[in-house]
């Protein structure tokens, strides 16, 4: 029996990535009962364990944690992160990346397949309009700032001269605002401007949406993916998913200075059932996939 912990601290407690991710763990590692015995904490830990799992991007680098309070208390350690080139060597045994990549900086470094969790993400529509669902406002720098506020102000101007009725789910500071038709642009120095949802409460407005446009650039976020197991396309300019990623979910490519046409994207969506753009992501995001690669990893990290 291996006895593992999966962590995270308290700044990523309410991280919805992190919370999906500590969902899919516990999924995967809980259906091996006789050969993992799996407990979810916050924080360092209290006792000792075969294997911790640092749920979090880097967090020992990012958040500047002490390794003193981590090390003795496990035999093998993972971490995780965005990038197989990540230069930021730390004490992990393993190091998990989710973006795609030809090539790896390092031969502990393994590539986890993203996952969605297909019992929460299905088609559940509603007919008499076009859902949209506009993702939040973000940004890790001001170059980013001004690029983000033109994305949102575009898509709400487009939005305001559509062709076609259009239901819209916008994630704000207040959660998720239906219909509203102007942005939210927070000051100067706030990240982003997203209330905290859920899992179980937003993927119902998931469920609902037949098209998702991002706002921001994306390094983990996975909501493409996830509606896409909704049955709904993302229309994205090229920059804001990581390229590698595109052919995960259906998607639609637009320039900043062109118009989002949704009588046009209307049009294309009657073309497709929602099962069939769901296929199109389990295909490549199935949690299987996921399960599998993290069990064999763990199995020859303890020689099993």
Not at 13 to 40: C, H, R, T
Not at 204 to 231: N, S, V, W
Request: net charge positive; charged share 25%; hydrophobic share 35%.
């Amino acid at each position: 029996m291996i006895s593992i912990c999966l962590t995270k601290f308290i700044e990523e407690a309410k991280d919805p990535w992190s919370q999906v991710i500590m969902k899919g763990f516990l999924k995967a590692l809980n259906k091996n009962k006789k050969l993992y015995e799996v407990e979810e904490i916050f924080g360092y830990p209290q006792k000792k364990y075969d294997l911790i799992i640092l749920v979090g991007i880097r967090s020992i680098v990012k958040r500047n944690l002490d390794k003193d309070k981590i090390l003795p208390y496990c035999k093998k350690l993972i971490d995780m992160g965005d990038s197989s080139m990540d230069p930021r060597r730390n004490y992990e045994d393993i190091y998990f990346y989710f973006s795609p990549s030809n090539t790896k900086l390092y031969k502990h470094y393994e590539y986890l397949p993203k996952f969605v969790l297909d019992e929460y993400l299905y088609p559940s529509q509603e007919k008499n309009k076009l859902n949209v669902y506009v993702d939040h406002y973000k940004a890790q720098s001001e170059n980013e700032r001004e690029v983000s506020i033109n994305t949102i102000n575009k898509i709400f101007e487009d939005i305001r001269n559509s062709d076609v009725p259009i239901n819209v789910f916008y994630h704000t500071s207040k959660g998720i605002e239906k219909n509203r038709l102007y942005p939210e642009i927070p000051n100067e120095g706030v990240p982003q401007s997203a209330a905290f949802v859920p899992f179980e409460t937003i993927t119902k407005y998931y469920r609902k949406t037949d098209i998702f446009l991002p706002t921001h650039r994306e390094t983990q976020g996975m909501l493409a993916q996830e509606i896409g197991a909704c049955g709904g396309i993302t229309v994205l300019q090229e920059w804001m998913y990581p390229k590698l990623t595109h052919y995960q979910f259906p998607n639609i490519i637009y320039m900043q200075n062109q118009k989002i046409d949704f009588l046009f994207l209307k049009n294309v969506l009657e073309k497709y059932s929602k099962t069939d753009i769901r296929k199109h992501v389990l295909v490549n995001c199935s949690f299987k996939n996921f399960e599998n690669k993290l069990d064999n990893v763990i199995k020859s990290l303890f020689k099993i």
